[in-house]
Each structure stands twice: as C-alpha cells, then as structure tokens.
C-alpha cells in the first residue's frame, strides 16, 4: 500500500513524503474507509465471542480476551441458560455512583434496574472494563458480537482486514 501511495504521487523514493507521514496518512485513510464499510455493510467485520464474565465485579477487557478498543459493541446477551435462547443485555452509559448520590441524594443499587443491563467504563490504569448491573453474584456465559476497531498498518508489508476490493479506496483517500 505505501508503494502504491509512492506510485500516486510519483515520488519513488522518500524526498518530500516520508514512510512515517504516508503510513500516518495510510491509517487514517484506513479507519475512514473502514468506517464507511460499517455503515454501508451491515455484519461485514463483525466477529462473535463468546465470554465467562466473573461474579461479583467488573471485568477488564483484557481479562475477557476482547480487543480494548472495539469500534461498537452490536449485542450482549447472557447464554448462561440457553445457548439458543439468549437474553439480551441493554446498554447503558456509566453512571458514576458517588457522583449520582450526591446530586441526587438518590442511591444506585440492584433495585434501579428492571433488567441487567451493561456499561463500558475505564478502570484506575486507563483499561477498558465491562460491568454488569445488578452486579451477578455468579459467573455468567455471555455472547457478544462486535466490531473490532482497526489494527494500526504498521510494517510495510502489513495489509488491513477489509476485503481487498476497499484497498484501493484506503490509497486514494491517503
């Protein structure tokens, strides 16, 4: 891909345009078309997995084997009962609960919530982390499916994970 940058704006070797600059552009350009094919593509580059989530606390999305920063998050649903009867788990931005009381006077526990719903938050290290509310005091079998984020192109020879029909979308938009 860097070559056929080169190509583009006929400069073969790196006079004006380092390798630094073009594989920066190439990146961009490669997170643009990535998320124009999301819109367009529906279930294209989204991947499923399948998590034990542990009882009783959050879980960093290390610690679940998912990527820390995926692009969006399309289902949760706890297939602790049934595999083929999954309940679905609503999104819910995080609330941060010391905060809330103390505007509110008003205390977050297992009753505010009909049903289990998610968050995505950070922890004290800046990782990513997954909670459940109510918190379950067992472990729960989750199906997520998702849309990982890009992988940065980094060696030369690295190509993106799109089909190879959008390559040639990345190097014009670079």
């Known amino acids: 891909m860097l070559q056929a940058v080169r190509d583009d704006l006929d400069e073969e070797d790196p006079a004006f345009w380092t ?25 294209l580059l989204e991947r499923e997995k399948t998590i034990t989530y542990p009882g009783g606390r959050q879980a960093t999305f290390a610690d679940l084997g998912l990527p820390d920063q995926p692009l969006s998050i399309v289902l949760l649903e706890d297939i602790s009962t049934s ?3 999954g309940i679905v788990i609503d999104h819910v931005d995080y609330i941060d609960e010391s905060n809330y009381r103390l ?9 505010s919530f009909r049903n289990t719903v998610y968050y995505i938050s950070g922890d004290d290290t800046g990782a990513r982390v997954l909670g459940l509310r109510p918190q379950p005091s067992g472990t729960k079998t989750l199906r997520m499916i998702y849309v990982p984020g890009a992988t940065e192109l980094v060696a030369d020879g690295d190509t993106p994970e799109i089909p190879d029909d959008f390559h040639e979308a990345i190097v014009l938009r670079a």
């Open 19 to 43: 390798n630094a600059l073009l594989k920066r552009y190439l990146n961009r350009a490669y997170r643009w078309v990535r998320s124009e094919i999301v819109k367009i593509h529906d279930g």
């Open 103 to 111: 505007r509110t006077g008003t205390i977050v526990d297992s009753a």
């Open 83 to 85: 595999a083929d009867k």
